[in-house]
């Protein structure tokens, strides 16, 4: 089990998946732990998540965790189908507690009301290709696959 949840292919596209969803999760997380980028920081989003959106504390605790140290894990390619894996109902409980009223397209001109989901169905397809492929090259998921 473990061996199969670590293990991945020598190849570029595992690498571009990661990467490209680690960096694009990763300052979003900033924003919420660390307030980074204009964020809040934890307390301001735990504040806000349990406040505002009506979210128990421990799913508050685990977004801000899974998108700033999930998406390093993501980077450094430790667990990455595991992450990818929890990414998914991720973007898809952003999409519907935040976006989907506001329709499918970003609000690329701002005559919107707020911004639309089709950003996170892509990160969602990405958060599956990972799953299926793997981390790629200079991956650690490489090297624990390789140790078990």
């Known amino acids: 089990m473990m061996r199969t949840l670590f293990a991945t292919r020598n190849d570029w596209t595992g690498l571009v998946l990661r990467l490209t969803l680690g960096l694009i999760i990763f300052p979003h997380g900033a924003q919420k732990l660390l307030g980074w980028f204009g964020g809040y920081g934890f307390t301001g ?29 993501l980077i450094a390619g430790l ?5 990818a894996g929890l990414m998914v109902p991720l973007l898809i409980g952003i999409i519907v ?8 397209f970003m609000n ?3 005559n919107q009301k707020g911004e639309g989901y ?4 892509l990160a969602i397809g990405i958060a599956l290709a990972v799953m299926i492929n793997g981390a ?4 650690l998921d490489r090297l624990v696959a390789k140790l078990s």
């Open 45 to 73: 989003t735990m504040q806000y998540f349990t406040d505002n959106v009506h979210l128990p504390w421990i799913i508050g605790f685990l977004v801000i965790l899974l998108e700033s140290v999930g998406a390093l894990l």
């Open 79 to 83: 667990g990455s189908r595991l992450i």
């Open 97 to 104: 507690t935040a976006h989907l009223e506001s329709g499918f």
């Open 108 to 110: 690329w001109f701002g």
């Open 118 to 121: 089709e950003y996170f169905l």
């Open 136 to 139: 790629g090259k200079y991956s």
